[in-house]
């Protein structure tokens, strides 16, 4: 019995507590200060101003403690890249430490040095901008050019191996009109023929009938011109190619 009276007790104690706990947790001050910004005393600021006009702009009154502008900060201060505008940043606290703050946006006005600046800072990272594009356009240009030049050097050669051909004959080309190989190597100029057509015979037929008029002695270094061209089953001549083969 008296072991249940002392749980009773131990209870009625607990429950005491925590009621005075919820009404102390609930008469505690935890809300900030309230800022607010006086509109007609704001000018456009500059960065020669006192902070203090800044802090005049600005009220802050507390729930429980009243009025504590006293306490109000300028806390950052940050002007736009175009130097038009300034976002200040203030902060107020209450006498239980419960702080508030405000971002305000102002008008600035910057000074001539600061405009100087500015404008210089533009000028350079215009140039900048336009250094890197004429580069790529350098580069673009110079790749088209390129490009142009090895289309040209093919026409130049396809014209050549593609000469005009005897009517009736076959119609010979070439993969180049010219190489290079080493002294004591092999040489073939089937090697080289890229298309050989005819109205009447197959290419096969063709490729035996290769002609190649001039040696070439791949024992002995020197350069070696080739007159090479076919004929069809009908005796009729393709075109005549100018071949050159280098020795060394």
């Known amino acids: 019995m008296k072991k249940n009276q002392a749980v009773v007790v131990a209870l ?3 429950c005491a507590l925590m009621a005075v706990f ?22 456009p ?21 009243g009025d504590v502008s006293d306490s109000i900060i300028v806390e950052q201060i940050y002007v736009s890249s175009d130097l038009t505008k300034a ?23 910057a000074s001539n040095e600061e405009i100087a600046a500015r404008d210089a800072t533009v000028q ?15 580069k673009e240009s110079t790749t088209k050019k390129e490009t142009e030049s090895s289309v040209t050097q093919k026409t130049s050669v396809e014209a050549t191996t593609e000469a005009e051909t005897v009517a009736g004959g076959p119609k010979l080309v070439l993969t180049s009109t010219e190489d290079t190989i080493a002294v004591g190597s092999s040489f073939n100029i089937m090697k080289y023929v890229s298309e050989i057509t005819d109205d009447k015979d197959s290419a096969d037929v063709l490729s035996r009938r290769i002609v190649m008029d001039g040696t070439v002695n791949t024992a002995q270094k020197g350069t070696y011109n080739l007159e090479v061209y076919c004929t069809d089953t009908d005796r009729n001549q393709s075109n005549h190619v100018t071949f050159t083969v280098h020795v060394e």
């Open 12 to 14: 009625i104690v607990l």
């Open 22 to 43: 919820v009404v102390v947790y609930l008469g505690e001050d935890r809300e900030g200060p309230a800022l607010t910004v006086d509109t007609s005393k704001v000018r």
């Open 45 to 65: 600021y500059s960065k020669d101003q006192s902070v203090d006009i800044l802090k005049g702009y600005v009220k802050a009154v507390d729930k429980k403690d």
């Open 87 to 109: 976002n200040i940043i203030y902060a107020a606290r209450d006498h239980h430490n419960n702080i508030t703050k405000l971002t305000y946006t102002i008008d600035y006005a």
């Open 124 to 138: 350079t990272e215009q140039e900048t901008t336009k250094s890197a594009s004429n580069a790529s356009d350098n």
